[in-house]
């Protein structure tokens, strides 16, 4: 399978991380974010995005690195999931990275089990994991947000 992928690298801790460019919106400087009460653990709250509530996604809960509070130069990745639009926030964007489908090497050769990577990449200086936006939230937080979502109204 041969074609041309478009990412959009982020960073955090120091590790590298992709989702496809057709998925992100936006990429935003941090702002700050409301508490949604009953939220799923991976949930920070939301943030009004263009007239829209965003849930903001807790990323380094879900990598496991360590939690801190956001900082001023953090950024917000902005992306759609099948389910949302979500903000994920990360300590800096990387840009578009552009490479072959053939050089991204999927996850179940060398990681079994791990559904929400698509894939790993081998850049110049180091590797870069893909990411699966639809599968950052498990089902059953997806349906814990949609009813603290229901819950708050709108803002």
Do not use: W, Y
């Not at 409301?34 to 709250?45: D, Q």
């Not at 994920?88 to 050089?103: F, H, K, P, S, Y």
């Not at 200086?125 to 947000?145: N, P, R």
Request: charged content about 20%; overall charge negative.
């Amino acid at each position: 399978m041969n074609g041309l992928v478009e990412l959009v690298g982020f960073s955090l801790e120091g590790q590298r991380h992709a989702l496809l460019l057709s998925v992100v919106r936006r990429v935003v400087f941090a702002v700050q974010v409301m508490p949604l009460p009953n939220a799923p653990g991976i949930v920070l709250g939301v943030i009004d995005f263009q007239g829209d509530v965003i849930p903001v996604l807790n990323v380094r809960r879900r990598f496991q690195l360590p939690e801190r509070p956001i900082r001023v130069s953090d950024q917000f990745v902005i992306a759609r999931s099948c389910r949302r639009v979500v903000a994920l926030v990360v300590d800096e964007a990387l840009g578009v990275i552009r490479c072959e489908q053939a050089t991204i090497v999927p996850v179940s050769l060398f990681m079994p089990g791990q559904d929400q990577l698509q894939g790993v990449i081998k850049l110049d200086d180091g590797l870069m994991l893909i990411h699966d936006l639809d599968k950052f939230l498990s089902l059953q937080d997806a349906s814990t947000l949609d009813v603290a979502l229901d819950r708050a109204g709108p803002c």
